[in-house]
């Protein structure tokens, strides 16, 4: 049995990139999953996990994929927020971004986050478990040139994870965040502006000098995602070869 065995999981931004990776791993530790996007879910059938197409920041979008989670596992144990706008963002400094790209990155990022625990907290407090892991970046403490939209987002994130630890905590709800350094996803892969801007700076900066590859968060995903971590909640775990040190 896996750790994961008996649970059921909501996994958004989970058909691309880390997404489809946090997906297979959860399904791999015997979850049910439904995985949520924007993308077309064709990868997603050979994890073994069900696809539901949908933009989590739009109007309703967040109560139907619940719905559609209850109506097929009856329960919603896990949710990892993962969906969000980076790897197609342009990297401009702070006076060249465009508003209305700002208010994107804001509407995905942290209200997508937002709108989706809005929707599935209270079925876990009735249930009275339940495991959130929001994904935030390792970019909240360094800072990233050229990302300040989305670096303030993921700052949101974090932020949210600690205040809603503490509102959800008596009724057995565990919020943590997990931070990822730069890590060599398809998603990634697929626009090497990215890499090839960051990349030799962020290996200078980490304990560990080499590449972050998906697998590397498994781990602490799993483990945050499970019963190991039931005392476990507020924390942002950062992983990213000890390029954040604190």
């Not at 630890?165 to 626009?191: D, F, H, K, Q, Y």
Request: proline letters at 3%; charged letters at 20%.
């Amino acid at each position: 049995m896996g750790r994961l065995s008996g649970k059921a999981a909501v996994v958004t931004g989970g058909a691309k990139g880390l997404g489809l990776e946090f997906t297979r791993a959860l399904t791999a530790e015997g979850a049910e999953v439904l995985a949520v996007d924007i993308a077309d879910g064709t990868e997603v059938a050979a994890t073994g996990a069900a696809f539901l197409q949908a933009d989590i920041a739009e109007d309703g979008a967040a109560d139907r994929i619940v719905a559609a989670a209850l109506d097929r596992f009856g329960r919603i144990d896990i949710l990892v927020n993962n969906a969000a706008l980076y790897a197609t963002l342009p990297m401009e400094r702070y006076d060249q971004i465009e508003p209305d790209l700002w208010d994107e990155v804001m509407r995905v990022n942290i209200g997508g986050t937002w709108r989706m625990i809005r929707a599935v907290g209270p079925v876990m407090e009735r249930q009275g478990a339940g495991k959130i892991v929001n994904i935030t970046s390792g970019t909240v403490k360094k800072g990233m040139p050229g990302m300040a939209h989305y670096t303030a987002s993921k700052g949101a994130i974090a932020a949210l994870t600690r205040t809603l630890s503490r509102e959800m905590g008596e009724a057995g709800v565990c919020v943590n965040a997990l931070a990822p350094g730069l890590t060599l996803s398809s998603s990634i892969l697929a626009n090497p502006g990215h890499v090839e801007a960051t990349r030799t700076r962020v290996l200078a900066s980490r304990a560990i000098k080499r590449d972050g590859q998906p697998g590397d968060l498994i781990g602490a995903l799993i483990f945050l995602c499970s019963d190991e971590s039931d005392f476990v909640t507020g924390q942002t775990l950062a992983v990213d070869g000890g390029s954040v040190n604190t």
